[in-house]
Each structure stands twice: as C-alpha cells, then as structure tokens.
C-alpha cells in the first residue's frame, strides 16, 4: 500500500517539475513514456527463463519415478500369466505374449 501511495506521489511531483519547464499536456507525454519504458524493462526482466536448480533436480527425480514405475508395471504385466496359469506351457505364452504387448507400448 505504502509503495502504491509512493509511486503515486512521485509522478505527481514529476508532472508538477516537468510542467514548470513545459506545458502540461507535453509533462504529462514525457511522463508516459518514461513510465512505458520502464514498464518494458520490468516485463523483459520478468520474463526472463531463469533457470531454478532445484526445480531441475525435482524434474530429474520425478521421471527417474516415473520410468522405474513403468518398469515395475511391465515386469509385474510380464509375471502375472505365469503366476495366475495352472499349466507351465500357457503362463509362458501368456507371458511371452504380454513381454510383445509391453515391448510394442514402450517403443510408442
């Protein structure tokens, strides 16, 4: 609040000494512009990609996550034919077939 009431009284006493050495209306150009120069330097500097290192370490760890969870998700996927089937020679297919399916996701 008190840095509002402070921008706002520095403009009014720049447009009070700038209209002494020129007119009103022309204070009042001269003051818009410094104040839209100013007003482009800020936005440059905002909008500038800083580069945050720990954003980027939590970045890194989030896909290591997330790749070893679909790693454990295609081993679990690969391992349940041979699990759930009563005959050995169905749980290996099962299991080969599902290694494919798994293998043709992965490569998308």
Do not use: C, N, Y
Request: no cysteine; glycine share 10%.
């Amino acid at each position: 609040m008190f840095g509002l009431m402070l921008i706002i009284m520095l403009h009014v006493a720049a447009l009070v000494w700038l209209s002494r050495g020129q007119g009103g209306v022309v204070a009042a150009l001269i003051l818009g512009a410094v104040d839209l120069v100013l007003a482009g330097l800020l936005g440059w500097l905002a909008a500038r990609h800083a580069v945050d290192p720990i954003a980027e370490e939590a970045e890194r760890v989030r896909d290591d996550a997330l790749r070893q969870v679909g790693d454990q998700t295609a081993r679990v996927a690969m391992m349940a034919p041979l699990l759930r089937s009563s005959s050995a020679k169905k749980g290996l297919i099962g299991a080969a077939l599902t290694a494919a399916v798994v293998g043709l996701i992965a490569r998308r």
